[in-house]
């Protein structure tokens, strides 16, 4: 079993800037490919970016490259997603969800289905 528990959503300003946070239960963090994905109200779930099990690699959505950046600590069992330049249609909940056989893939994946484990999302909103 994994948990991951989202911090860091806020209410921001367009142009802005928040980091979010995922803290991840379990000794084998290390091994797990994280996503990140965004569900705006009225719209299905989306892929916002992901980062492989090492950090070594990084997957953006085109919405958000230049923009956001992945990391993760493995010590920490943490990944982060910085969201800089926000601008209104950022606005979502976002959440963060562990692949489990991350270590066994040659890419990151996009697809919800990949996903084993879900964190409960956290509110972000940016104004205009």
């Known amino acids: 079993q994994v948990q991951l528990v989202e911090s860091g959503g806020g209410l921001v300003q367009a142009g802005g800037y928040l980091r979010l946070s995922c803290a991840a239960s379990g000794r084998t963090f290390s091994t797990y490919a994280m996503g990140w994905f965004r569900q705006a109200p009225g719209k299905e779930r989306e892929f916002v970016g992901g980062?492989?099990?090492?950090?070594?690699?990084?997957k953006y959505a085109d919405s958000v490259k230049g923009r956001f950046t992945i990391s993760r600590d493995n010590a920490k069992n943490t990944v982060y997603l910085q969201m800089n330049s926000l601008k209104p249609e950022d606005t979502a909940i976002y959440y963060c969800a562990a692949d489990l056989l991350g270590q066994r893939r040659s890419f990151i994946a996009t697809f919800l289905a990949y996903y084993n484990y879900w964190g409960q999302g956290t509110q972000v909103t940016v104004s205009s």
């Open positions: 980062i492989s099990w090492s950090g070594g690699s990084t």
